[in-house]
């Protein structure tokens, strides 16, 4: 699979959540976001350490799994108007 598939395979299944329930989409974006770039960010810092014999597609598809639920996530943010449903109780 190629990077633009993934990229919109994963738009879809974290756009499917968010139609679902925003608050289990806002969740689940920001922590794999999170979690996902602190992964991306430590396995560099190991690279830089001591080389390893990764492939570089490696680095690019954490890259753009940690920055696709971010980008979902804002996108949502902005279409809600950061009105959601659930913190109206």
Not at 21 to 38: E, H, N, P, T, W
Not at 63 to 69: A, G
Request: with cysteine; charged share 15%; glycine share 8%.
């Amino acid at each position: 699979m190629h990077y633009r598939e993934g990229f919109l395979f994963q738009v879809i299944i974290y756009s499917i959540v968010w139609l679902i329930d925003d608050y289990i989409g806002l969740l689940l974006c920001l922590i794999l976001g999170i979690v996902i770039g602190g992964l991306l960010l430590f396995a560099l810092i190991a690279d830089l350490v001591e080389r390893s014999k990764v492939p570089k597609s490696y680095y690019w598809w954490m890259l753009i799994s940690s920055l696709t639920p971010l980008l979902v996530a804002l996108i949502f943010t902005l279409i809600y108007k950061g009105n959601f449903e659930w913190l109206k109780g």
